[in-house]
């Protein structure tokens, strides 16, 4: 069974940091690009950052580019997502998936997703 574990999430002020984990088990992990994606209360679920299968290619939300850097360990099974000069417009729950497409150039799902418990990320001004 595929399962992907979000953790890493937390409360900060703005301007802190983060790092977000993704690990993934049930699946081989190395042939599968995977991507962030964050909902905040009231808002729908968006794409945040992608990162390719191997992990030379990556695709980032432009209001996050020059803060945030998703890169991959397939050694370890997981996925990072390095936040830093947190906003609070930055504060949701954040997801990761395996169901995605991603190269430099754009993402897409390759199926529905499925989604799991995400960490939340709070910011504070």
């Known amino acids: 069974q595929v399962q992907l574990v979000e953790s890493g999430g937390g409360s900060v002020q703005a301007g802190g940091s983060l790092r977000l984990s993704c690990a993934a088990s049930?699946?081989?992990?190395?042939?599968?690009?995977v991507g962030w994606f964050r909902q905040a209360p009231g808002n729908d679920r968006e794409f945040v950052a992608g990162?390719?299968?191997?992990?030379?290619?990556?695709h980032i939300k432009d209001s996050v580019k020059g803060r945030f850097t998703i890169s991959r360990d397939n050694a370890w099974n997981t996925v990072y997502l390095q936040m830093n000069s947190l906003k609070p417009e930055d504060m949701a729950v954040y997801y990761c998936?395996?169901?995605?497409?991603?190269?430099?150039?754009?993402?897409?799902?390759?199926?529905?997703?499925?989604w799991g418990q995400g960490t939340q990320v709070t910011v504070s001004s």
């Open positions: 049930g699946l081989t992990f190395r042939d599968y690009a």
């Open positions: 990162i390719s299968w191997t992990g030379t290619s990556v």
């Open positions: 998936s395996a169901d995605i497409y991603c190269s430099g150039l754009g993402w897409a799902f390759t199926r529905q997703p499925e």
